[in-house]
């Protein structure tokens, strides 16, 4: 399994930004990607994730800014950031497993890509 992400970078606050995981050796029929984020001095967290059934989940604090997708025939799941907060500065990792059942604990994957730096700041 190799996922790989792209997109971030330096953006003002209430900008957008989209992220892009594109993942390969994982069978769209029954891995979620999910989204983790992870800021300075704080724990990695999920943000958002995608069933293989195109069910989706948010965490609290992105829901209604944050819109996830998936494209199966090209093997990639995109994170639509919109209203970017300067607390939403951090590294945002994808994540695969199978099934989406407590889609948020990040012990669960074993499958993880080496990160995009996002920054909101004027």
């Known amino acids: 399994v190799q996922l790989v992400e792209s997109g971030g970078g330096l953006v003002q606050p209430g900008g957008s930004l989209t992220l892009s995981c594109g993942a390969s050796g994982v069978s769209s029929d029954y891995y979620a990607i999910t989204w983790f984020r992870q800021a300075p001095g704080k724990e990695r967290e999920g943000v958002s994730s995608?069933?293989?059934?195109?069910?989706?989940y948010y965490s609290d604090s992105v829901k209604g800014r944050f819109t996830i997708s998936r494209d199966d025939a090209k093997n990639t799941v995109w994170l639509q950031m919109r209203s970017l907060k300067p607390e939403d500065t951090a590294i945002y990792y994808c994540?695969?497993?199978?099934?989406?059942?407590?889609?948020?604990?990040?012990?669960?994957?074993?499958?993880w890509g080496q990160g995009t730096q996002v920054t909101v700041s004027s």
């Open positions: 994540a695969a497993k199978r099934g989406t059942i407590n889609w948020s604990r990040r012990g669960l994957y074993s499958n």
């Open positions: 995608i069933g293989s059934a195109g069910t989706t």
